[in-house]
């Protein structure tokens, strides 16, 4: 089993930025994760935003975060990260992590692991 918890997230002001991080934790090699981070504004569905391979190489981005959001990992820290430039007030959202062992994208349901989100709020 593996445990991923998110940080980093909290209010910023339009065009500021933020780094969340998901910590993982448990019975895992975390070189054999790759990783997904997703967001969910109050009324809307959870939306991709982006995923990271287990090598780190080709990461890819949904189009409303691409060119501003950057994903990464470091597998010596066991964390993944989501660097956030140029924030909107429609990326206000709860973000989570996801991970899994099989499959990195924008399909959901493949994951095998979730955190419990962080929340990031940005003013106008």
């Known amino acids: 089993q593996v445990q991923l918890v998110e940080s980093g997230g909290g209010l910023v002001q339009a065009g500021g930025s933020l780094r969340l991080s998901c910590a993982a934790s448990?019975?895992?090699?975390?070189?054999?994760?790759?990783a997904g981070w997703f967001r969910q504004a109050p009324g809307e569905e959870r939306e991709f935003v982006a995923a990271?391979?287990?090598?780190?190489?080709?990461?890819v981005y949904g189009t409303d975060v691409q060119g501003r959001f950057t994903i990464s990992r470091d597998d010596a820290k066991n964390t993944f990260y989501l660097e956030m430039n140029s924030l909107k007030p429609e990326d206000t959202a709860v973000y989570y992590c996801?991970?899994?062992?099989?499959?990195?994208?924008?399909?959901?349901?493949?994951?095998?692991?979730w955190g419990q989100g962080t929340q990031v709020t940005v003013s106008s």
């Open positions: 448990g019975h895992t090699t975390f070189s054999g994760l790759a």
């Open positions: 996801a991970a899994g062992r099989q499959y990195y994208g924008e399909v959901q349901s493949a994951y095998d692991y």
């Open positions: 990271i391979s287990w090598t780190g190489a080709s990461p």
